[in-house]
């Protein structure tokens, strides 16, 4: 395996989109391959993700400044696991993101770091273990006239994973 592989990278941090769709409306979740070519293989997913009739991947819209993806690996040798989560800020005080934090729904998302450089969807979520919002990290806030705090809901999307996953199957939009 070579590791050599550090190139100057002109990235910078930050999201630019995530999509995500609940569990009901999929019906197909793809998986990296079984026996796979080569490292990078081990940890992509190149099927299509399939939906019901009518749904697809719904656009969530996140604070670019307030929002990030992370992994955190824990255990030992013999019994590794990660958790993935996606900081969340989504601005101002629409009833539907209350009532989607109420719901407590199992959800996949896929984040595009920057579609204008490589373009990159890491997946957060897995066939075996959806994401879910993290109860304890959810809170709202009305902000402060002088902009120090914006008006939102700010909670973290999680789910125990064990490696970050890329997603290379066609992204598909509602149709309904």
Known sequence: ?????????????????????MREDLNVIAEPAPNPSNQAAKVTVAGNHTFQVGQGWRKMFVNLDKSNVGFEGSGDRYSKTGKMMIKCFIPGDKKEVAAMIKDDPEMLLLV??????????????????????????????????????????????????DTLYYYEGEVTLPTA
């Open 1 to 21: 395996m070579d590791l050599n592989i550090s190139t100057r990278s002109r990235k910078k941090p930050g999201l630019t989109e995530v999509l995500y769709a």
């Open 112 to 161: 595009r770091q920057n579609p204008c450089q490589t373009g990159s969807l890491w997946q957060i979520g897995t066939k075996c273990d959806f994401a879910t919002i993290d109860g304890a990290s959810t809170k709202w806030t009305s902000g402060t006239i002088d902009g120090n705090t914006v008006m939102g809901w700010e909670f973290d999307v999680f789910c125990y994973q």
